[in-house]
């Protein structure tokens, strides 16, 4: 191996550049390593909210939307994993997806759109709950951006959400949210039931029914690319 001379303010400029991109792929990295590769399809599981942002809250246990979130979307993740498919998370842990120490709403968001457009995704699923000001609003619930090829998998998702965990049918609906505009890639925002809804918020607290949750996701998600995998 041949040696190479450099001065001593190059070593120091590529040691900076280095350490600039070490700390910017960070969180991409850590996520990308979570990912087993088999199949062909790729999905990204986007568990909303982390770190310094909870999200909403149960209305009786105070329980916080980004931990149910966390946990609908591990769920998934080995659903989906043992089904064949390639996932990427968002998120794995109970951090802020922008890391840091100030939490920052605009840096959190941008960097799960980086995470997206790396991962390439055939779907992105993003993980939420919902709340409301009356409290017997209730319901799983499907989000798409309006005239985006998300729909078809919404109106999936919701057929299932409806048969599996709905008392009441909702409807899939136009979402005007970050995560379903950030790229072009078919994404689903699953509001999996109202934290305001005292019920509904004593099912979401509990693995079983967070199991549940990821698995009728998982089920719809199968079937729209089950064949291919
Ligand atoms: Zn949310």
Not at 180 to 201: R, T
């Amino acid at each position: 191996m041949a040696f190479v001379t450099i001065r001593k303010r190059t070593v120091v400029i590529v040691l900076s550049a280095v350490l600039a991109l070490v700390t910017v792929f960070a969180t991409a990295a850590t996520v990308i390593a979570s990912t087993r590769a088999t199949g062909n399809i790729t999905i990204v599981i986007d568990a909303g909210h982390g770190g310094a942002d909870g999200g909403v809250t149960g209305i009786t246990t105070g329980t916080k939307e980004s931990d149910i979130n966390l946990s609908i979307a591990k769920y998934l993740m080995k659903y989906l994993q043992d089904g064949g498919y390639n996932v990427v998370m968002t998120r794995s842990d109970s951090a802020a997806v922008c890391g840091g120490i100030k939490y920052n709403k605009r840096e959190d968001m941008r960097v799960r759109r980086d995470i997206v457009k790396a991962a390439k995704p055939d779907l992105v699923i993003s993980v939420h709950c919902n709340a409301y000001p009356v409290s017997s609003v209730k319901g799983a619930q499907a989000f798409f951006a309006g005239n985006s090829e998300g729909e078809r998998y919404a109106l999936t998702v919701q057929n299932y959400f409806n048969d599996v965990l709905n008392d009441k049918p909702r409807k899939a609906a136009v979402g005007d949210y970050y995560i379903l505009n950030c790229s072009e890639y078919p994404s689903v925002l699953c509001e999996c039931g109202f934290l305001s809804n005292s019920k509904e918020e004593n099912l979401l607290i509990t693995a079983s029914y967070q199991e549940k949750v990821a698995y009728t996701i998982y089920s719809a998600v199968n079937s729209v690319f089950g064949e291919k995998t």
